[in-house]
């Protein structure tokens, strides 16, 4: 499994953006899911979005029209760039890499059980 290594988190304020980005090593990994997961303390980890070896994504509803996932294979980096952010979108923030199914309508829920290989994580704070 590739070592995850998040960085890009941040405090912003309502309506900002960040860009996040999560660095693969080990091995490439264009061929497999990578993903964005978030949690708060006390609730489960969910899934934000995720970016299969085809380039095609999906994003978790309560992100949809504001965040985008995106990966670049030759430099082995997922990005998760975040516009108009809102307070609800504190979290940690996790990416993960997975195997070459990524999950689709039980993303939020149960996405993470598609993925074995996990980031550290960053934080992002949003204040409105």
């Known amino acids: 499994q590739p070592r995850l290594v998040e960085s890009g988190g941040g405090s912003v304020q309502a309506g900002g953006s960040l860009r996040l980005s999560c660095q693969a090593f080990?091995?490439?990994?264009?061929?497999?899911?990578m993903g964005w997961f978030r949690q708060i303390p006390g609730k489960e980890r969910e899934g934000v979005a995720v970016i299969d070896s085809e380039f095609q994504s999906t994003v978790a509803e309560s992100v949809k029209g504001r965040f985008g996932i995106s990966r670049d294979n030759a430099k082995n980096i997922l990005y998760l760039q975040m516009n108009s952010l809102k307070p609800e979108d504190t979290a940690m923030y996790f990416c993960?890499?997975?195997?070459?199914?990524?999950?689709?309508?039980?993303?939020?829920?149960?996405?993470?059980?598609?993925?074995?290989?996990w980031g550290q994580g960053t934080q992002v704070t949003v204040s409105s």
């Open positions: 993960a890499a997975g195997g070459p199914i990524c999950p689709r309508h039980d993303l939020v829920t149960r996405g993470a059980l598609y993925f074995g290989a």
């Open positions: 080990g091995n490439n990994q264009s061929d497999y899911c």
